[in-house]
């Protein structure tokens, strides 16, 4: 009885050193392969990537890098097919929504390529990459509600970053917004005073809010 008990204890033993051995090869398998896909290894980080998959099968960390190295390689079909997988695997998987929206967004397919980033941005609300896309789909369809909500959100959390900050002022004025615009552009110049960006824009903002007010008194 007590053999039979010690022989299931060295069982258990063994299997949890196998599954923590295996844990730590997936792990060692994922950062390599990030480090060799941010070196632009892309062949060597695809290799690491599969291998990682086959360790952790129900794992969706590695078929976002295969989605991400099909991507650099301009691979749109398999960066799809692998980004669908890594959603598939994990439904809130915000990089998995972000790798298809930036699939679309390169095939020109704004309207899918924005739906998707807002789906990631409702998982993750401060992706960076996510708001950038959003962004920029937003001024190809002209559509900036969203994005300026998201942008919002965004910097409720980092109030003093100055890029997405110029990025919901320049929305601001593309939606005839120009007062708020205005405040945003003066907030980014109060926190950085050298940045050219905002000056040369706020000077647009101003010009367009006198113009406003000339239109105003002739009408008047």
């Known amino acids: 009885m007590f053999e039979e008990r010690a022989i299931q204890a060295d069982a258990s033993q063994n299997e949890l050193t196998e599954k923590d051995n295996s844990t730590q090869?997936?792990?060692v398998l994922m950062e390599t392969a990030d480090c060799l896909a941010s070196t632009g290894k892309y062949d060597e980080a695809q290799r690491h990537y599969e291998q990682?998959?086959?360790?952790?099968p129900d794992a969706a960390g590695p078929y976002v890098?295969?989605?991400?190295?099909?991507?650099q390689t301009s691979s749109l079909e398999d960066a799809e097919i692998a980004f669908r997988v890594a959603c598939r695997l994990d439904p809130r998987c915000a990089k998995g929504f972000a790798g298809q929206a930036m699939v679309a967004q390169e095939r020109a397919h704004f309207?899918?390529?924005?739906?998707?980033?807002?789906?990631?941005?409702?998982?993750?609300?401060?992706?960076?990459?996510?708001l950038l896309g959003l962004f920029q789909t937003s001024c190809q369809m002209g559509s900036f509600d969203k994005i300026i909500h998201y942008l919002q959100v965004y910097l409720d959390t980092h109030p003093g970053d100055?890029?997405?900050?110029?990025?919901?002022?320049a929305l601001y004025k593309k939606d005839g917004r120009l007062e708020e615009s205005r405040e945003v552009l003066r907030n980014?110049?109060?926190?950085?005073?050298?940045y050219k960006d905002a000056t040369n824009l706020l000077e647009e903002v101003e010009h367009g809010l006198a113009q406003q007010g000339q239109t105003g008194t002739a009408n008047g």
């Open 52 to 56: 990682a998959a086959l360790l952790s």
């Open 65 to 71: 890098g295969l989605g991400v190295v099909a991507l």
């Open 111 to 130: 309207t899918e390529a924005f739906g998707m980033y807002l789906k990631c941005l409702e998982i993750e609300n401060d992706n960076m990459t996510a």
């Open 162 to 169: 100055t890029s997405v900050m110029y990025a919901l002022g």
């Open 25 to 27: 090869h997936y792990e």
């Open 188 to 194: 980014i110049l109060a926190l950085q005073p050298e």
